[in-house]
């Protein structure tokens, strides 16, 4: 998403881009929420997944989205 429509969303729910965590499979989401100062999860394959650790604004990288409750429990709000 551009980031430009996600700044809207957070304004209107009234939470701060630190406070929140973008989940996605796609470098477009990567960009996205660390455009708006968004912690981010990414959901990739193993071979695709390497990379997404060089960046700064990614938390983790699940190989599967079912794998996201489990890091939401262990890591609460200790991502940013």
Known sequence: PDPAAVKP??????????ETLMV?????????????GMAVVIVSTAAEGSGWT????????????RLLPAWLVENGRGWG
């Open 54 to 65: 060089r960046r700064s604004g990614v938390a983790a990288v699940l190989a599967e989205l």
């Open 24 to 36: 996605g499979d796609m470098e477009v989401d990567a960009l996205a929420g660390e455009a708006v």
């Open 9 to 18: 969303v957070l304004e209107k729910l009234v939470v701060a881009a630190a």
